[in-house]
């Protein structure tokens, strides 16, 4: 027996105009119904239902209602759907799990999804999972018609489906406002944690290393390039001088322009901050950790700087193996060979602003990770300073070396730092 009810998150509004169904942002005008079909609608709402007729029928073409399969009375899997399904595939061939298609268990149970697919799976009776790992049986039909199964080779052999990875697939579709993520609801600044965990503060737990001040420069006596002509000079430098290296001063002016604490205060239990980049709710969740092969005036080592108080603590030597695996790998992803004098670890403290947002909170790390980028850049180029972002490093090196939990602080992004070659 198949099974009706009107997914979750959809709301009916009676209007003069007539009955509107809205699933933030997506509506659907119903027109003039009857008080009998505004009845079934409160049934369909209240839990699954034996039904048909037109309404019914238009409801499932606009991808309105959770349709279940039963057998002796018992849910066998329901098609949730996100949007309007697509007629029904003709079935011909071997057909395969698509490779976007991920199973999960989750608080409702065990779920398929992709983000190519109209709808999500739900299995409620785990005898059909051998179906969908290889999909035959009664399950095969819903899982093509839902985008689950494909053809067997198929997505290999088209651009638009084998140039992305699964994983970074779902990450645009679960970060983006769209048929799954709606703003308010499970997606956004929610503040879901409230109330349930305490807010990480503005500052990190400081290390226990020696403490090296840094110069603070007098911003009004800077005599900076047009800032045209900071943005026309930009370049990635990976080559840097080393009979003449980065110096201390010039490495405490790039951080202080950059990336210190310009002011903090406290809202509703949460401290919030002020730093030269933006980000978004102020949370400011990004550390930045210098690690010094070669500098003038300071000792090689990992540092952290500490924007509060504008100085490094050093978290580890030169010699731990973690340290010297953070900059070889910065080397060979900077297409050198070469560690640069001075690498600038960039991580995130997670439950900084994965406390308030929901869905979007990695994306939005990473759109700081590049106005961070972006900043640095700019202040290096007015510097005179050779800078380069880097596109990866290694997250489990920046984990041994600081200690830190990655869990709760890791590693985001790595930028180089040094001298001009001349």
Sequence with gaps: MTLYHLRAGVHLARLDSGARLFAWPHAESLGELGEEEF???RELASGPRNASGPLVDRLLAGGWLKITITRDDRPRYTLDPLKAPPPRPEISGRWVL??????????GGVVVRSPLAWCDLWIHDHSLLPDVVE???ELLGDLVWAGLAVPEGSEEGELRSAQWSPQELEFHDRSRVGFRGYLGDGFGGTFWAQGRFEPEPARPEPYQGIVVELPRPDLAE??????TDVLEGR??????????PVGLAQLGELLYRAARVREQWTADGVEYTSKPYPSGGSVYELEIYPVIRHAAGIAPGMYHYDAHDHVLRQVREAGHPAVRRL?????????TGR?????LAISARAGRILWK???MGYALMLKHVGVLYQTLYLVATAMGLAACGLGGGDSVAFAEATGRDPLRECAVGEFMIGSVET
């Design 222 to 227: 800077l005599k900076d390039p047009a800032l």
């Design 135 to 137: 999909p035959g049986g």
């Design 327 to 335: 900059l070889t790998v910065a080397g060979h992803g900077a297409a």
């Design 235 to 244: 370049r990635s430098r990976r080559e840097c001088d080393d009979e003449r």
């Design 339 to 343: 560690r640069p004098q001075v690498l």
């Design 98 to 107: 698509s490779k976007f298609a991920a199973l999960r268990r989750e608080a």
């Design 357 to 359: 947002y929901e869905g």
């Design 39 to 41: 009845g079934l609608l």
